[in-house]
């Protein structure tokens, strides 16, 4: 008899473990994430670390840029505390998959809000925006889009480029990098004719190495907003991020950061 009974409790354990570990009811998996960020008492972003001047690694070692600097004041407002932030490398073509197993609580990385993404990701408002744009050799005879008809485009995988080129040059060979940097480095040894992004991002090559430029023409608008996961606490993070993003543009502190980081190359090398 006594047997019996602990063989059913254990079937009963085992029960509950399966039902808490593989079903995974909502109240048991879908912590609320704000509570859990406020709790953690620091916010987990995920940046771009080869993206000049929104982020990228300085000479001391130190994570810096536009989106850097963003996403200390967007602790500053949270906590109260610049330093509440834990910075997570990403890159385009990875930063969804750091989003939802949780590596990164919310992604500043360039990133577009577009319906598509919206579909699986939150976004905050915009707090910034960029063209696509093109990126050539000086010496190209590229002049315009319509130039890279049968063309090797650049894009970085995982980019609005990536599908706009598909679709905007559909005769053109879209090839896809990893980082910017590889992007950019095949431009320069002549593996692309173009390199395809934000004006925003490519700017940062065209000022600083004179063997590339920006063509002048825009082909779409890209506003750029936070992402965070859907789910329990979405609504309270997106209000607090919204917020947040409403007072930096009263207060001006995103205007100075326009400056400090875009037009002033000379920070870069900070
Ligand atoms: N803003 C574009 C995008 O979200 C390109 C910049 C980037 O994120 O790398 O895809």
């Not at 700017?203 to 004179?210: E, H, I, Q, R, V």
Request: with cysteine; aromatic share 8%.
């Amino acid at each position: 008899m006594k047997k019996l009974g602990i063989t059913l409790i254990a079937i009963f354990l085992c029960l509950v473990v399966f039902y808490l570990l593989i079903l995974k009811p909502d109240n048991y998996e879908s912590k609320d994430m704000y509570d859990a960020i406020i709790n953690n008492g620091y916010i987990k972003v995920g940046i771009n670390t080869d993206i000049k001047p929104f982020g990228f690694v300085n000479k001391k070692g130190e994570i810096c840029g536009y989106d850097a600097d963003l996403a200390r004041n967007i602790a500053e407002q949270i906590f109260h505390d610049k330093n509440a932030v834990k910075f997570v490398s990403v890159t385009p073509n990875n930063r969804l998959i750091k989003l939802s197993t949780g590596e990164a609580d919310i992604i500043i990385a360039t990133m577009t809000i577009t319906p598509q993404r919206e579909e699986i990701i939150n976004f905050s408002i915009p707090y910034d925006s960029a063209g696509l744009a093109i990126l050539v050799k000086s010496s190209s005879r590229v002049t315009a889009i319509s130039d890279l008809a049968d063309q090797n485009i650049g894009v970085v995988w995982g980019t609005t480029a990536e599908k706009n080129m598909l679709s905007m040059v559909p005769t053109g060979h879209v090839i896809g990098f990893k980082t910017y940097r590889e992007a950019y480095l095949a431009l320069k040894q002549g593996q692309i004719a173009a390199l395809t992004s934000d004006d925003t991002i490519l700017n940062g090559y065209a000022l600083t190495d004179s063997e590339v430029k920006l063509l002048p023409k825009r082909y779409t608008r890209e506003p750029y907003g936070i992402a965070f996961r859907k789910g329990k606490g979405a609504a309270k993070l997106k209000e607090a991020l919204d917020s947040a993003i409403n007072d930096l543009k009263q207060k001006n502190v995103l205007s100075s950061l326009h400056k400090k980081w875009l037009v002033s190359k000379y920070s870069w090398e900070e």
